[in-house]
């Protein structure tokens, strides 16, 4: 790897993602980047070069600052892992339409309001546990598990029919694929999840239930606060966020603290740390294959020593910067008792993940509830990983207990 150029963008960039789909080590790409001064140029497999941001400061900057903008993406031939393009939706906005939108669903995912569902995650928890261990060992950890758990509580919260997972399995698929889709295919998956998504409005617009879909068709219909293509659009994208993450990180946290058995022993021990276990966790696990959704500065702006010119896209792996020596101890070591983990599992700024409270829960209640009741707890084959996926995780994860 050659040394990046610090100031131009004549830089050669490098081929990009570096994070094998196979396991959850973080490629030692990034640490060679880390250590080296400025910002490395890198290449993915579609749209323009970026320039990759590896240290924690300067992900906090890029992430944070105004001046780095997601909209500004749809102007340019954005850095992405697939042909198609998701150009649409909250992710894609910056305020004050960002702003608008999220300020609509932003009050069911406070964590006052998302603890009020303990009780019923908990007991889906048991219940699911229940069905693993009457069928007996072995089990799939992920289709038995982890999927329908983040699965039933999101299509409770927003009125989605918990019987068509199947359906919505296969879009979601589709949408977060790394794979050889065409931008036509991507187009036509994404037209078909609005179109099922319009039908549930549908639905829900003839029969109003007490349920989040409900609430945002009436900021639609009664405030006029969204357009119908942002109210389908934000629908589509609470469902597809508000399980898909949760459902690889289950798997991705306990094969990790399978490969950690000393931190297991402790945290069997101490059910109290599962709290802080979840953040280490989620610092320590990285989660994507690589970084996506790139920011485009609006004006020059200086990062880690390198000019970033106005009109030039930053992608910031986040995995890479919760594993920086200069903000965390130890880096590389998992420590369910390290204190004060701020890490940017979430992200950070203003597209701070929205259901980060609902994603903690359904971890801590997950995590703490399968270690407790299977004390045994050991993979019993080798385990089937995601291939062309934006995050990474098992797709089937044989244990028995």
Same mark, same amino acid.
């Given at each position: 790897?050659?040394?990046?150029?610090?100031?131009?963008?004549? =830089?050669?960039?490098?081929?990009?993602?570096?994070?094998?789909?196979?396991?959850?080590? *973080?490629?030692?790409?990034?640490? #060679?980047?880390?250590?080296?001064?400025?910002? @490395?140029?890198?290449? /993915?497999?579609?749209?323009?070069?970026? +320039?990759?941001?590896?240290?924690?400061?300067?992900?906090?900057?890029?992430?944070?600052?105004?001046?780095?903008?997601?909209? %500004?993406?749809?102007?340019?031939?954005?850095?992405?892992?697939?042909?198609?393009?998701?150009?649409?939706?909250?992710?894609?906005?910056?305020?004050?339409? $960002?702003?608008?939108?999220?300020?609509?669903?932003?009050?069911?995912?406070?964590?006052?309001?998302? %603890? &009020?569902?303990?009780? !019923?995650?908990?007991?889906?928890?048991?219940? /699911?546990?229940?069905?693993?261990?009457?069928?007996?060992?072995?089990?799939?950890?992920?289709?038995?598990?982890?999927?329908?758990?983040?699965? =039933?509580?999101?299509?409770?919260?927003?009125?989605?029919?918990?019987?068509?997972?199947?359906?919505?399995?296969? +879009?979601?698929?589709?949408?977060?694929?790394?794979?050889?889709?065409?931008?036509?295919?991507?187009? =036509?998956?994404?037209?078909?999840?609005?179109?099922?998504?319009?039908?549930?409005?549908?639905?829900?617009?003839?029969?109003?239930?007490?349920?989040?879909?409900?609430?945002?068709? %009436?900021? !639609?219909?009664?405030?006029?606060?969204?357009?119908?293509?942002?109210?389908?659009?934000?629908?589509?994208?609470?469902?597809?966020?508000?399980?898909?993450?949760?459902?690889?990180?289950?798997?991705?946290?306990?094969?990790?603290?399978?490969?950690?058995? %000393? #931190?297991?022993? @402790?945290?069997?021990?101490?059910?109290?740390?599962?709290?802080?276990?979840?953040?280490?966790?989620?610092?320590?696990?990285?989660?994507?294959?690589?970084?996506?959704?790139?920011?485009?500065?609006?004006?020059?702006?200086?990062?880690?020593?390198?000019?970033?010119? =106005?009109?030039?896209?930053?992608?910031?792996?986040?995995?890479?910067?919760?594993?920086?020596? *200069?903000?965390?101890?130890?880096?590389?070591?998992?420590?369910?008792?390290?204190?004060?983990?701020?890490? /940017?599992?979430?992200? $950070?700024?203003?597209? $701070?993940?929205?259901?980060?409270?609902?994603?903690?829960?359904?971890?801590?209640?997950?995590?703490?509830?399968?270690?407790?009741?299977?004390?045994?707890?050991? /993979?019993?084959?080798?385990?089937?990983? &995601?291939? #062309?996926? @934006?995050?990474?995780?098992?797709?089937?994860?044989?244990?028995? +207990?």
């Amino acid at each position: 790897m050659t040394a990046p150029d610090t100031d131009t963008d004549s =830089a050669t960039p490098l081929a990009y993602p570096f994070n094998s789909a196979e396991g959850l080590q *973080l490629a030692e790409a990034y640490e #060679q980047v880390r250590d080296r001064p400025g910002l @490395l140029r890198v290449q /993915l497999p579609y749209g323009e070069p970026a +320039w990759l941001v590896t240290r924690y400061a300067d992900a906090r900057l890029v992430l944070g600052d105004r001046r780095f903008s997601r909209a %500004e993406g749809v102007r340019h031939d954005e850095p992405r892992q697939s042909e198609g393009r998701s150009d649409s939706g909250i992710l894609a906005m910056d305020p004050p339409d $960002h702003t608008r939108l999220r300020s609509l669903v932003a009050r069911a995912f406070t964590v006052h309001q998302v %603890e &009020k569902l303990r009780p !019923r995650v908990r007991e889906l928890t048991a219940g /699911l546990l229940d069905g693993l261990e009457a069928a007996g060992p072995p089990a799939d950890l992920v289709d038995g598990f982890a999927l329908p758990l983040p699965v =039933a509580v999101i299509c409770r919260m927003l009125g989605v029919p918990e019987e068509d997972r199947p359906r919505f399995r296969v +879009w979601s698929d589709a949408a977060l694929s790394t794979s050889s889709l065409s931008a036509a295919e991507f187009a =036509a998956n994404r037209e078909e999840l609005r179109d099922y998504m319009r039908t549930l409005i549908q639905s829900h617009r003839a029969e109003p239930r007490d349920d989040l879909m409900t609430g945002l068709i %009436e900021a !639609r219909d009664g405030a006029d606060r969204l357009s119908e293509l942002e109210l389908v659009d934000l629908c589509v994208g609470i469902l597809v966020a508000g399980h898909e993450t949760t459902a690889s990180q289950i798997p991705n946290f306990v094969l990790t603290l399978l490969d950690h058995p %000393e #931190q297991l022993a @402790l945290l069997r021990s101490r059910p109290d740390l599962v709290p802080n276990a979840v953040e280490e966790l989620l610092r320590f696990v990285p989660l994507g294959s690589g970084a996506g959704q790139p920011r485009y500065a609006t004006e020059d702006v200086e990062v880690g020593g390198t000019l970033v010119r =106005a009109g030039t896209p930053v992608l910031v792996a986040t995995g890479a910067a919760n594993r920086d020596a *200069l903000r965390f101890g130890a880096p590389g070591v998992l420590d369910i008792t390290r204190e004060g983990v701020q890490h /940017l599992g979430f992200g $950070h700024g203003v597209h $701070h993940c929205l259901g980060a409270p609902l994603a903690r829960l359904e971890l801590q209640e997950a995590v703490g509830a399968l270690i407790t009741r299977f004390p045994g707890l050991h /993979l019993v084959g080798d385990v089937t990983w &995601k291939s #062309q996926m @934006l995050v990474r995780g098992p797709r089937v994860m044989p244990i028995g +207990w």
